[in-house]
């Protein structure tokens, strides 16, 4: 069936709360991924934190009674999703480790523009020139964040870049994905996916484990707070319109933001404030528009 079948107002108001949650839950991900990489090696950090979220959604799937192991979870959507979900996971915990959780966080919000052209090219979802204008108007306050002049932008920053164009085809499968693969099913899944972009990295990368128990505690938590993220996500891309949904990921730039300088110590200048405004200012109008023509 159709989104445009299927979704009405009510359920784009409720993917765009689920949309937030995820995101809340996302930025206090990132926090403890950043913190246990500080005295962790990268690949490290990813087996645990995708063997701990495979638990978990095991766990989940056969309290609920789902199967994990059946023929429509290895189809071909679900492939393409493994492969943007291994890029995504990989290059966006480099920009975490080697980068400022406020930078990273900021160019992350490219993937509205990403998902939303997708949906509109690919599922023939319809995206009205108002809604098209408040994302562009959207990007131009990520771009007020990120100020990418040839003198302030750092080409680690390509590394975000490049995890965030996995993460828009990722949630992109996730929308098409069989009906019958569960959040926690998918969730193993890319879990799974998570672990094994790990141990790739973690081979070319040839540092030693190590097991500081401060990083121990920060990879639990994050485990934790990450399932419950992303079955949130995984619960708004299949609820409402992408396009309408989609342009929530925008608060993922305040939580991340306000972590950054909470958390480690990261400066919140003027032209930050000014591009977290714009591009909240354009969420609450493209919700406002969920429903309509425009």
């Not at 990132?30 to 995708?50: E, H, N, R, W, Y």
């Not at 993460?167 to 099913?185: E, H, I, M, Q, W």
């Amino acid at each position: 069936m159709a989104a445009a079948e299927r979704d009405g107002p009510r359920d784009n108001r409720v993917g765009a709360a689920w949309m937030v949650t995820a995101m809340a839950g996302f930025a206090v991900e990132d926090t403890f991924l950043k913190a246990a990489a500080q005295s962790m090696p990268v690949g490290q950090v990813m087996i645990l934190f995708g063997l701990g979220g495979v638990v978990v959604f095991a766990l989940w799937a056969r309290l609920t009674g789902a199967l994990v192991l059946t023929r429509e979870a290895v189809g071909p959507v679900m492939r393409l999703r493994a492969v943007f979900e291994f890029a995504g996971r990989l290059f966006y915990t480099l920009a975490l480790a080697l980068t400022t959780l406020s930078a990273t966080t900021a160019i992350l919000q490219a993937t509205p523009i990403v998902v939303v052209g997708a949906a509109a090219l690919f599922l023939g979802e319809k995206v009205g020139w108002r809604r098209w204008l408040a994302i562009g108007i959207g990007m131009v306050g990520v771009l007020i964040v990120l100020r990418p002049l040839p003198g302030s932008f750092s080409l680690l920053s390509l590394l975000a870049v490049a995890g965030m164009l996995g993460f828009a085809g990722r949630d992109l499968a996730s929308r098409v994905a069989p009906l019958s693969l569960s959040t926690p099913v998918l969730g193993v899944y890319g879990f799974a996916i998570v672990a094994l972009a790990g141990a790739v990295f973690g081979l070319w990368e040839g540092r030693a484990f190590a097991w500081a128990p401060g990083a121990l505690a920060a990879m639990a938590a994050a485990v934790g707070v990450g399932v419950f993220a992303y079955g949130a996500l995984m619960r708004a891309m299949r609820t409402g319109d992408v396009s309408a949904v989609t342009p929530f990921r925008y608060t993922r730039l305040l939580f991340g933001v306000a972590l950054g300088v909470l958390v480690f110590g990261e400066q919140l200048d003027g032209a930050m404030i000014l591009g977290c405004a714009v591009i909240v200012g354009s969420g609450l109008f493209i919700l406002s528009r969920s429903g309509k023509r425009g």
